[in-house]
């Protein structure tokens, strides 16, 4: 069965400073990796997928397959960046696809 | 507000009790996911629904838990006979189908249950 693990509950950074939010995963096959973000009082939201390799809000993450990881990093922190962050792996073939395997999430708070 | 809606956002039910959570998503979307979420952890998937079939069911899921979406639109929750390991927050999630648009989900506010 698949895992997502996300070793950091919480994280701490100054405005400007990089950041990175660490994600690993267990699953034999070729999963999809996503970050979900959850801000303040809003709803859980994309925020990106590894296929699509974009920035989103200046952030990027990149699939290592044989570290089995799908880290999230930003070089400049900014405030508004403080959220709850989601690594999620999803199936890539069969009728599964779409369906979601949530880490615990990482609490990311920018200081001032 | 066009997005996934949730009714109630909060329950508290005695243990025993049955209860029911509405989720309506966005009316383009074919697809319809339920998620629960305890505290310090992440959404953990229940089910999920392409129109009105339920395509797959966690192995979680006990059998005192059932959804449906009878019309492909609007999908109900069902908890017969609720313990207190129930109580947690309920998600509900849409998407359009297919695989390169079923990944992004949008989600609603979730339903919050508390089992006393």
């Known amino acids: 069965a698949q895992r997502v693990t996300q070793p950091e509950k919480l994280l701490s950074v100054f405005k400007g400073a990089p950041v990175e939010l660490k994600c690993n995963y267990s699953y034999s096959g070729s999963p999809e990796l996503f970050w979900y973000v959850q801000y303040s009082r809003q709803r859980l939201q994309l925020l990106l997928r590894?296929?699509s390799r974009e920035s989103i809000k200046g952030f990027t993450a990149d699939l290592n397959k044989g570290e089995t990881s799908f880290h999230l990093k930003k070089p400049f922190a900014q405030e508004e960046d403080s959220a709850m962050y989601y690594c999620?792996?999803?199936?890539?073939?069969?009728?599964?696809?779409?369906?979601?395997?949530f880490g615990q999430g990482t609490i990311l708070t920018v200081h001032p | 507000d066009t997005g996934v809606s949730q009714n109630p956002r909060h329950k508290i039910t005695k243990r025993g009790q049955n209860v029911t959570f509405r989720c309506d998503p966005i009316?383009?979307?074919?697809?319809l996911y339920w998620y629960r979420q305890t505290l310090g952890q992440g959404p953990e998937f229940l089910t999920y629904?392409?129109?009105?079939?339920?395509?797959?069911k966690s192995r979680l899921l006990s059998d005192r838990f059932s959804a449906e979406r009878p019309k492909g639109s609007f999908s109900t929750l069902e908890i017969q006979r609720t313990e207190q390991g129930d109580s947690a927050m309920y998600l509900c999630?849409?998407?359009?189908?297919?695989?390169?648009?079923?990944?992004?989900?949008?989600f609603g506010p979730g339903t919050r249950l508390t089992v006393t």
């Open positions: 590894h296929i």
């Open positions: 629904f392409q129109n009105e079939a339920q395509l797959e």
């Open positions: 009316s383009e979307h074919n697809r």
């Open positions: 999630a849409s998407s359009l189908g297919g695989w390169a648009r079923a990944y992004e989900q949008y």
């Open positions: 999620a792996l999803s199936l890539s073939g069969g009728t599964s696809y779409g369906k979601l395997t």
